[in-house]
Nanobody, 121 residues
């Protein structure tokens, strides 16, 4: 079993930046892709960004492209999401996810509990 713990959420103003982090522990797969998802109140969880095992390949939802940056540190088993130029519509619970395979096409088997981001003036 893999445990994922997110941190870094909070209340910010439009235009601000925020950095989310996710720490993985437990029986971590040898090579695994990771991702961030978010969920708006009353809506389905949606994809934000993912990253392959090596960190070289990334993919972003159109709504966050050019504003958010996903990175990982495999030595520390951490995943980050740098969020810039935040908008009120970015307000959501953000979830970290981990796969058991390394590619961008991986499905996700493990999920964190989420961290809340509120963008409001």
């Amino acid at each position: 079993q893999v445990q994922l713990v997110e941190s870094g959420g909070g209340l910010v103003q439009p235009g601000d930046s925020l950095r989310l982090s996710c720490a993985a522990s437990g029986h971590i797969p040898e090579r695994y892709a990771m991702a961030w998802f978010r969920q708006f109140p009353g809506k389905e969880r949606e994809f934000v960004a993912n990253i392959n095992w090596s960190g070289v390949l990334t993919n972003y939802a159109e709504s966050v492209k050019d504003r958010f940056i996903i990175t990982r540190d495999n030595a520390r088993n951490t995943l980050d999401l740098q969020m810039n130029l935040l908008k009120p519509e970015d307000t959501a619970n953000y979830y970290c996810a981990a796969a058991t395979s390394p590619g961008l096409d991986s499905g996700f088997d493990y999920w964190g509990q989420g961290t809340q981001v509120i963008v409001s003036s």
